[in-house]
């Protein structure tokens, strides 16, 4: 199984910040890794697939990019909305797997 | 509107067994692959088992194999999950997820979801 190894595993920032999430596959995956968040009680909502496109709907202050075996989510201005928990996916091989998420806290 | 509804957990002893089901509305049920997905309280997701459009291909993560086994009625639109064999360590919120691209063999990825449904495996 393809292992997916998430950094950090939680920050803290404050409204108005950069944050960017890194996400390392155990093996290349090529550009077959999505992102997601979830929040408490909810259920996981897709934000990015193939890497780097947002589905439609997401804001555009979150990005994707990275192929291979390292991939970044990157929220360029931090909205109080977007504290969360976010994970990544890779749907190269099954079984898919998930990192073990990033906790988005306030600072 | 995409929409997933998920039902059939609740608390059941360990051997037990349970069936969820996820009844879906608002695309062509029959063209996607549907995945269920779990969460253990207070960990991460686990990707459990996934189901073609056609329903010819499923396939399931080593922790349920043999124990778990998926299924869909396209004339219903209703993806299950039959549970047998349960175990403390099966304990989670189950969520049923369309797969994100069309035709696809199985499940890789979720665009949309169920709200979850709790099951609970203790003596």
């Known amino acids: 199984d393809i292992q997916m190894t998430q950094s950090p595993s939680s920050l803290s920032a404050s409204v108005g910040d950069r944050v960017t999430i890194t996400c390392r596959a155990s093996?290349?995956?090529?550009?077959?890794l999505n992102w997601y968040q979830q929040k408490p009680g909810r259920a996981p909502k897709l934000l990015v697939f193939?890497?780097?496109t947002l589905l439609n709907g997401v804001p555009s202050r979150f990005s994707g990019s990275g192929s291979g075996t390292d991939f970044t989510l990157t929220i360029s201005s931090l909205q109080p909305e977007d504290f969360a928990t976010y994970y990544c996916?890779?749907?190269?091989?099954?079984?898919?797997?998930f990192g073990q998420g990033t906790k988005v806290e306030i600072k | 509107e995409v929409q997933l509804l998920d039902s059939g957990g609740g608390l059941v002893q360990p051997g037990g067994s349970l069936r969820l089901s996820c009844a879906a509305s608002?695309?062509?049920?029959?063209?996607?692959?549907m995945g269920w997905v779990r969460q253990a309280p207070g960990k991460g997701l686990e990707w459990v088992s996934g189901?073609?459009?056609?329903?010819?291909?499923?396939y399931y993560a080593d922790s349920v194999k043999g124990r778990f086994t998926i299924s869909r009625d396209n004339s219903k639109k209703v993806v299950y999950l039959q549970m047998k064999g349960l175990r403390v360590d099966d304990t989670a919120v189950y969520f049923c997820?369309?797969?994100?691209?069309?035709?696809?063999?199985?499940?890789?990825?979720?665009?949309?979801w169920g709200q979850g449904t709790l099951v609970t495996v203790s003596s």
């Open positions: 997820s369309k797969d994100l691209a069309g035709y696809s063999t199985g499940w890789y990825g979720g665009d949309s």
């Open positions: 608002g695309f062509t049920f029959s063209s996607y692959a």
């Open positions: 189901i073609s459009g056609s329903g010819d291909s499923t």
């Open positions: 093996l290349t995956i090529a550009s077959y």
């Open positions: 193939a890497a780097s």
């Open positions: 996916q890779q749907s190269y091989s099954t079984p898919p797997t």
